[in-house]
T-cell receptor
Framework: QQQVKQSPQSLIVQKGGISIINCAYE??????FPWYQQFPGKGPALLIA?????SEKKEGRFTISFNKSAKQFSLHIMDSQPGDSATYFC??????????FGAGTTVTVRA | SQTIHQWPATLVQPVGSPLSLECTVE??????LYWYRQAAGRGLQLLFY??????ISSEVPQNLSASRPQDRQFILSSKKLLLSDSGFYLC????????????FGSGTRLTVV
């Protein structure tokens, strides 16, 4: 049973466009929501994370939007670049103890 | 600085053979350690986690086991591999300090034939 549901499974975006990935969760005890970026053949790397006491967090071209009442959060990649082509995972945990991951979204940025 | 080492990078094993994957962490002490498995085109499934030497928690009943013989060493094992054990195995650690976020190793691609 997947505790975090992620969509879409894949997306293609033109260079300079916006990539949006959505995640939803059920467990209201979750209090830490990170996003990981994974390139082929590599382990995932922490990209950005948010706690439910804020509604948005921005780091460079990456923004997390968080809607606590809807139990949803999303990743926006602004001005997408070919180097952003990777698989992105949302995750959730209680105090960063045991991460539950979404199924992943493969993002392809076309030049 | 903290680093995590995982080996081997790739492994092809016949069905019924044993398995031993090793993960070590440097530059930190008493970390939480985790083994995840990633099937092709799917998300990461937590297999085992450890909060200390000899302390192992299993998340999914399966053909695998884990051990933590030293503070910064985490081993994933199997006595007899199944075809369904194929996948990308990732070790991760988490500091118990105020810095959040897992650090993952580079993974082991296991193919059971």
């Amino acid at each position: 049973q997947q505790q975090v549901k992620q969509s879409p499974q894949s997306l293609i975006v033109q260079k300079g466009g916006i990539s949006i990935i959505n995640c939803a969760y059920e467990n209201t005890a979750f209090d830490y929501f990170p996003w990981y970026q994974q390139f082929p053949g590599k382990g995932p790397a922490l990209l950005i994370a948010i706690r439910p006491d804020v509604s948005e967090k921005k780091e460079g071209r990456f923004t997390i939007s968080f809607n606590k009442s809807a139990k949803q959060f999303s990743l926006h990649i602004m001005d997408s670049q070919p180097g952003d082509s990777a698989t992105y995972f949302c995750a959730a945990s209680i105090n960063d103890y045991k991460l539950s991951f979404g199924a992943g979204t493969t993002v392809t940025v076309r030049a | 600085s903290q680093t995590i080492h995982q080996w081997p990078a790739t492994l092809v094993q016949p069905v019924g053979s044993p398995l031993s994957l090793e993960c070590t962490v440097e530059g930190t002490s008493n970390p939480n350690l985790y083994w995840y498995r990633q099937a092709a085109g799917r998300g990461l499934q937590l297999l085992f986690y450890s909060v200390g030497i000899g302390q192992i928690s299993s998340e999914v009943p399966q053909n695998l086991s884990a051990s933590r013989p030293q503070d910064r060493q985490f081993i994933l094992s199997s006595k007899k591999l199944l075809l369904s054990d194929s996948g990308f195995y990732l070790c991760a650690w988490r500091s118990r300090g105020r810095i959040y976020g897992y650090t993952f190793g580079s993974g082991t691609r296991l193919t059971v034939v």
